[in-house]
């Protein structure tokens, strides 16, 4: 069974920083190109960030310089580290996991919420 389970959200200042982790488990992990994405209130579910297999990744325009997504595959996690956050970073944020071949291959984790805000 996959689980994909994310941790290290909360409540931050503007200007500080997190860092998001997804422990993933019940599949190949090292193969599957892992992201994060998140989904603010009344808006769509959008891309923060992916990363292959091979380690090349993708970012939001949002989000370039600021975010950091990388993955230990000896420990099947994916991490996402947020600086510089924003009040429009606020969201919950969501793993993903995307089997590159078999596109019906694909999970989510249950959410983490992030808050920025003084």
């Known amino acids: 069974q996959v689980q994909l389970v994310e941790s290290g959200g909360g409540l931050v200042q503007p200007g500080g920083s997190l860092r998001l982790s997804c422990a993933a488990s019940?599949?190949?992990?090292?193969?599957?190109?892992m992201g994060w994405y998140r989904q603010a209130p009344g808006k769509q579910r959008e891309l923060v960030a992916t990363?292959?297999?091979?380690?090349?990744?993708i970012y939001a325009d949002s989000v370039k310089g600021r975010f950091t997504i990388s993955r230990d595959n000896a420990k099947n996690t994916v991490y996402l580290q947020m600086s510089s956050l924003k009040p429009e970073d606020t969201a919950v944020y969501y793993c993903?996991?995307?089997?590159?071949?078999?596109?019906?291959?694909?999970?989510w984790g249950q959410g983490t919420q992030v808050t920025v805000s003084s």
């Open positions: 990363i292959t297999s091979g380690g090349s990744t």
């Open positions: 993903n996991a995307a089997d590159p071949i078999l596109k019906s291959r694909n999970y």
């Open positions: 019940g599949y190949r992990f090292i193969i599957y190109t």
